[in-house]
C-alpha cells in the first residue's frame, strides 16, 4: 500500500537548540561547511539517511536524543556561535555596500529563471541553466548584492532517474512536500496570517492562483510560486505540477506564472516586508519574457502610459540573457496559442493583442509568421542583452541578426558574461580545508598562492598529490555505493553483484563526463571505435576508467537512446569495472564526481555549447579539463591548463565529423593524457601532471568564480540598466519614457525618406600612406527629420575580395551644413593607420541620448554604390 502523501512531523526543539531551525531554514549550509558539519554531528547515521537535508534531520531526531544534544554545553556553544555567525553574515556591509561606489548601482535586483540548483534536498532543477541561476543568488549573497530570486515551485521536481535491465532511462516523479523543505509562505501582515496569493486571469473567465513559498538563500529571497491550492480548479492547480513537462498549452501557462505571476509575487514580497521595489530586472532566458507584459499592464493601467511609453519604461529597466545556441532549445509557440491568453475575452485593457503578438514576432526573413519566440520577446523588452561566454556572444549576435537588419554581425548589441559557478559550493571541503591552512585568502582568490614554493608557505606536490588520491578515493567509493544501488533497482539480486565492490580503483586515471543529454552533447562519441576505447579501458599498466551520469528529456528519444547505448556498451563484463553510468544526475553526485575526477571530459558538437560550467567546478579542485574549444573552454584553454580536442569544422557530414573529432580524442589520450599521467618520479609523483594542475588552480581558479561573474553583471549591466530606468522615469509620471516613444514614432514615420545622396572623399590619391589623412563629407536627405535625430557615420574596416566590409570601426561625422528640402553636410577626418586593402562606408542612424545604442531602433540606411 502507498502513501498519496509524505510529511515530517516537525520537532519542537528544547530552547538551547532553537536556533538549529533558523540554520536549517537558510540556505546557506548549503555552502557553509561549519555548518553542515553541526548538523551531521548531531547524529551521523541519520544524516546519511536523508542525504543531508538538515529540515529532514531535525524532523526525524527523537526527543530522547534532542534532551541529550541540548544537555551537551560544547554542543549548545556551537549551536550559538555557528548562529551568531550567520547573524552576521546577514547583515555586515559586504562588497556591494563596501566597495561599489557608483551612485547609480540599484537598490534591488529582481532575477527571474525556470529552475534554480541550491541543493539536492531543494529539487527544482534540470540541468546547467538551473545550477547557474542558484550559483549566481549564492554569489549575490556572499556579494551583498540585493537580488531577490523569482521561480516556480514545481510538485515533482524534474524526474528521478532510473535504468531498467536493458539499460532504458525510467523517470519517476514522486511528490515533494513543501512543509517538509526549507521553506516558508510569504504571509499577509494584517493580522489574519493568511497566505499571500496573486493571481492571473485566464482564457474563459477562469483564474489561475498562486502561493508564495520563500526559500532563503543566505541573503537573497527566492520567491517560489506555487498553484497547488484549494482555490484553484484541477487544471489550475497542475500549472506547477513539473518541471519542462506537458503540452505546449500547459508549458505557455507555467512561463506567464513566472513572468507575470512574479512580478505580482515581488510586489507582494516588497508590500509584505517593506523591501525595496526592484529597479531592474533580469530574465533569465526567456521562460520568464511575459514579465515585461506584467510591467506595461501596471504602467498602462496605473500610471497612464500609452503601451508605447510603458514599453520604453520596461525597456530601461531590463536585462535578458540568452543560455542557448540551439534554436529547438528556445520556447516557441503557435501565435494562435498565445491569442487565446492575450486576446478575444482575455485582451488586457490597453494592451491590445497584436501588440503582444510583436513582441514575440519572427517578422523577419526566414522566421515563421505562425511562431511566437519567447528569446525574440527578450531581446525585444530589454535594454542590455547577453550571451553567457565570448563565443556563445559571437554565435548569438549571429543567431539573431535579423533584428538589426542594415548593420554588421559584429554590431548586434548582444555582449556577453562568462559564466561561473560558486566556489564554496563545489569545492570540496577536504581540499577547501588544506588550502586554507596554508594560504592567506588573498593568495586563493588570485591564484598566486598555488604557484609559491614549499618554503614560501606553498603547497608541496606531494601534498597536492596526496590530495588528489583522495578525492579519487571518495569519489570510487560513492560510485561503487551507486553502481550497485542501481543495479539493484534494476531487478539483480545481491548475489550477483560481488563484482560491483571492486568496480573502479582508486589508483587510476579517472575520467568524468556529466551533463544533460541532448544529441549535441554527444554522449557518445567516446563509443566511435569501441574496440580503441575499450583497449584504454583494460590496459594493464596505465588504465583509464570513465565515470558517466546524465540524465535526457523524457520526450527527446534521441537522447533516451544514447544513453541506453552508452549503459549496454558499459554492462559488457570486460569493461563495467572501468566504465559506468550512474543515474540520477543531480547535486549531491555532481559534489563528489566533480573533485574526484582527473579529467573532465566535454565533447559538444562546436559551437552548440553555451558555456559549461561542469569542467569550472572540477578546475577549482585541481583536475584538467581535455575539451572541444567551445563554451567557456574556448576562451580560457591556455595549453597548460588541459587540452583541447581538435574540431573538424567545415565537414559537413555529421557522422564523418563524429569519427574524425573521436579520433583526436583516442589520439590525445593515447599519446598524452594517460602517458602524463603515469609519468611518476622515484616519489610516485607525475611531476609534469601536478605542473598543470598548480597553473590550472592558479590562472583558472579566480576567473571561474560565480563572484567574478556576478561582480560583471553588476557593473557591466545592471547598474547601466539601472541608470537608464531612473532617466526614462524622469523627474516624474515617467517624462523620459513618453519622450522616447514619442520620438521613436516621429523618426520610424520620417525613416522611408533618409538616404545618402552623395558622398565626397579628400585626401585619397593615387598613393595612400600609412599616417595619410582623409576628409569624408556626406550630403544626407533627412525629410522631415532634424539632424539631432540622426547620427552619420563613416564605417570602415579591411576590404575582402567581395567589397565586404570586416574588423569595423566607426567614426562619426559632424554636420557642418544644412540646406533646402531637408539637405544636410556631415563631415569628418580620419588618420590611416593600418596597412592593406581598406574601405569605408557611409550610413545614417538613428540617434538620441536617451537610446541604449544606435542600434536600438534596427534603423539604418546606407550610401548606395
Known sequence: MRAIRRFTVRNVLPETLAPLDRLAQNLRWSWHTPTRDLFASLDPQLWTRVHGDPVALLGSLSPRRLEQLAADRSLVAEVQRLDADLSTYLTEPRWYQQELTDPDKPEAIAYFSAEYGITAALPQYSGGLGILAGDHLKSASDLGVPIVGVGLLYGAGYFKQSLTRDGWQHETYPLLD???????LLRERDGSGAPARISLDLPAGRTLQAQIWVAQVGRVPLLLLDSNITENDDSARRVTDRLYGGSADHRLRQELLLGMGGVKAVRAYSRITGSPAPQVYHCNEGHAGFLSVERIRELVQGEGLTFEAALEAVKAGTVFTTHTPVPAGISRYGTELVSEYFGGSAEIAGIPLEKVLALGAEDFEGGNPAVYN????????????????????????GMFHQLWPGFDVSEVPITSITNGVHGPTWVDPEFAALVESRLSPEQIASGEGFLLAPEEGGLTDDELWRMRGTLRGKLVAEARRRVRKSWLDRGASPAELGWTEDVLDPNALTIGFARRVPTYKRLTLMLSDPERLTRLLTDPDRPIQILVAGKSHPDDEQGVGLIQKLVQFADGAGVRERIVFLPNYDIAMAQHLMPGCDVWLNNPLRPLEASGTSGMKCALNGALNL????GWWDEWYDGRNGWAIPTADGVQDQAERDRLEASALYELLEDTVVPRFYDRDADGVPRHWMEMVRHTLATLGPKVQATRMVREYVTTLYTPVARSSRALAGAADHDGARQLADWKARVRAGWPAVRVDHVETEGVTDVVNVGDEI????????GELRPDDVQVQAVAGRVEDDDSLTELQVYPLEHVASYEGGRHAFAGARVLDATGPFGYTVRVVPDSPLLAAPTELGLATSAEH
Open 627 to 630: 575539451s572541444i574549444l567551445d
Open 178 to 184: 513543501p512543509d517538509n523543505l526549507p521553506l516558508h
Open 374 to 397: 519567447m528569446a525574440i520577446m527578450g531581446l525585444r523588452t530589454a535594454r542590455r542583452a547577453n550571451g553567457v561566454a565570448k563565443l556563445h556572444g559571437k554565435v548569438s549576435r
Open 775 to 782: 576628409r569624408v563629407t556626406a550630403y544626407v536627405d533627412l
